[in-house]
């Protein structure tokens, strides 16, 4: 393993790993995030351009969404999935794409199991899903059998694709772990029971695709560390069960955290950062292969500190390279403060996801629209005003900016943040900070005028301005119930302002 650069800004995060036939030129992994683009092949060029802007921004390590291995498997119905020889050449469209920018990528396979939304749903036992519409099917004998030749055959395909390897979903409560769990698994046969039998599935898939595939591929297993759900498997087993991987064939082990049913949250943004760190830090002391840390970390220090203290040999970022395609790129320039921090809201990446919504970022509305939404510099620059300074006004001012415009940002209060700086007060989401952080980075790098506590009247930029963009933002909804114009009643404007609450009334 190579020593880190002490000159480097972040000299863990930035090594390479030798895999020992490849090399990552970094420990920053994309994880997995299904965006939506996935499921139709005319929509692969759009992805090809939102993975190669991510790789083109450092990235070392690239996961796909997930893709079926057959229909049972499906997420969707005829959702994304690479079962025959006539789709490899859109996905060879992906992996040249990543690799014209110095990156590696793997695909996931991802069989849904219970969590399909289909009725062709399989599982290791008929237990309905409380998050699901289908009760599945309990998989026989010769079911399982056709699973793992159909996991071997996309290991194939993917490999003949052009993918560097795959990544193996065992994590989240898709097929894999829920035949690894006695909560979805009450079989009595060789599948089911103990804790060998029931990771029998996911070893014997392991083994399969590592003699289809060679020994010159990338095989991760995403591995679920804590299920956080009744019934799920013990540290110890789940000890056991990344060792028997281990041994199978695996070359990475990602960690995942709890299920979609889990009531534990995990990934929104009042989770601490790096707070499920330490489970994957145990683990990783007992393991020969790279373990890849993950869930809420979203900044190179942080990540370089996880790499520093031995946590983990690798870190996954999925929603943060969709707030900033370069912040890999932006650490290693030694510019961590211009990076575009995830805030962990889930509105537009995971909710979209959930609704069957192309994905997106609130606070990077380019993502996974890339070949639409195109900056180009202007041949001639206007002046431009732009009236109020929230999220919207912020974004419109530095993309006019960014184009080669003049911009003014009028803005009628005293600071900038409209909602934002609302949003950040609420307990649990400080994050919310990061995106004004960044905007006042970005508006002073492309020194854009601002204006503040200038409150713009009708008529007043008459000639001054080329074009006037209006961001004032919006004036709160008042529910129509008897008494809410009392002197007592406070808006949330109020209360998040200051306003004294439970103040005893004469």
């Not at 707070?275 to 890849?292: K, N």
Request: aromatic share 6%.
């Amino acid at each position: 393993m190579p020593v880190p650069n002490p000159k480097s800004p972040f000299p863990h995060l930035l090594a390479p790993l030798d895999l020992g036939f490849t090399q990552l030129r970094n420990r920053v992994v994309m994880g997995s995030m299904h965006t939506g683009l996935e499921d139709r092949l005319w929509d692969f060029g759009k992805l090809a351009a939102y993975y190669r802007e991510r790789a083109r921004g450092g990235v070392g390590l690239i996961i796909t969404g997930g893709f079926a291995p057959n229909r049972e498997g499906w997420l969707l119905p005829f959702g994304s999935s690479l079962t025959n020889s006539l789709e490899v050449p859109a996905h060879r469209r992906l992996t040249q794409a990543v690799h014209r920018e110095g990156g590696k990528i793997l695909l996931q396979i991802l069989h849904a199991g219970r969590y399909g939304y289909h009725p062709l749903v399989v599982s290791a036992s008929p237990l309905k899903s409380p998050i699901s519409w289908f009760a599945p099917r309990e998989l026989s004998e010769r079911g399982i059998l056709r699973t793992i030749a159909a996991f071997s055959r996309c290991a194939r395909l993917a490999r003949a694709a052009g993918y560097d390897g795959v990544e193996i979903m065992g994590s989240e409560g898709y097929l894999l772990n829920q035949f690894l769990c006695p909560r979805t698994n009450q079989r009595d046969d060789h599948w089911g029971g103990t804790l060998d039998n029931r990771m029998r599935l996911p070893l014997e898939i392991v083994r399969r695709v590592r003699r289809a595939a060679g020994e010159r591929f990338i095989i991760s297993f995403r591995l679920s560390l804590l299920d956080l759900v009744e019934g799920g498997n013990t540290f110890d087993e789940v000890r056991q069960i990344a060792l028997a991987l281990q041994d199978a064939g695996i070359t990475l082990l990602n960690t995942g955290i709890g299920w979609h049913e889990s009531r534990v949250p995990t990934i929104v943004t009042s989770v601490p950062r790096g707070a499920f760190a330490e489970v994957g830090a145990r683990l990783r002391r007992e393991l020969r292969i790279p373990l890849i840390a993950s869930n809420r970390i979203n900044t190179p220090e942080l990540a370089e500190q996880l790499l520093a203290d031995g946590s983990a040999d690798l870190v996954s970022m999925a929603r943060p390279l969709l707030a900033d395609p370069q912040f890999v790129s932006k650490a290693a320039a030694g510019q961590s403060d211009a990076i575009n921090t995830c805030i962990a809201c889930n509105q537009a990446c995971l909710d979209h996801a959930f609704v069957n919504r192309r994905a997106s970022c609130l606070v990077n509305p380019r993502a996974c629209y890339e070949t639409e939404l195109r900056y180009r510099k202007v041949r001639k620059a206007k002046r431009i005003a732009v009236i109020g300074a929230g999220p919207a006004g912020l974004s419109a001012a530095c993309v006019a900016a960014e184009r080669g415009h003049q911009v003014s940002l009028l803005e009628a209060t005293g600071e900038i943040g409209g909602q934002f700086n609302l949003a950040r007060r609420i307990p649990g989401k400080a994050e919310f900070a990061e995106t004004l952080r960044y905007f006042r980075k970005r508006l002073s790098d492309l020194r854009v005028e601002v204006q503040l506590n200038r409150r713009v009247q009708p008529g007043e930029l008459n000639g001054q301005f080329d074009e006037v963009i209006v961001a004032s933002g919006i004036r709160p909804r008042v529910p129509a119930i008897p008494g809410i114009g009392h002197r007592k009643v406070l808006t949330y404007l109020d209360v998040l302002g200051g306003a004294p609450v439970g103040a005893a009334w004469r």
